[in-house]
């Protein structure tokens, strides 16, 4: 491994450290330094991260109930960024893997999964 790739590694495994670290101690639904969604505050909708720090917060509570109140489509994106940095980091060592998980069908899939939930969460208070 390279001297580049190891800093940029570690980098971002203290970035997410700290992040956790911020978000298990602080509620984002209690203090006000957390980002506010510029899309709610302007359109009075739902993007399809809103609620995403606050079910953060209960996933790192184990309060799965109310991560799924506030947004079930982190919990399911959550898992598929995992399997995303898998296929970004074993790249080399699995090239056909990151080929499909980088396919346009895929990433269409995915896209469209994204719109769908943003069109449901509006129309059905989801």
Request: some cysteine; glycine content about 6%.
């Amino acid at each position: 491994m390279s001297w580049r790739r190891a800093i940029v590694i570690t980098l971002i495994m203290v970035i997410a450290v700290v992040a956790v670290t911020i978000y298990f101690f602080w509620n984002p639904a209690t203090h006000g330094f957390f980002p506010r969604c510029v899309f709610l505050n302007l359109t009075g909708l739902k993007c399809p991260g809103c609620g995403s720090q606050r079910a953060i917060h209960a996933l790192l509570h184990g309060e799965v109930a109310a991560a799924l109140r506030f947004n079930a489509f982190l919990l399911i994106g959550l898992p598929l960024l995992c399997v995303y940095a898998v296929a970004e980091w074993q790249r080399t060592r699995w090239p056909r893997f990151y080929v499909v998980m980088s396919s346009r069908p895929v990433l269409c899939v995915i896209v469209l999964m994204v719109l769908l939930w943003w069109v449901l969460r509006n129309l059905f208070g989801c």
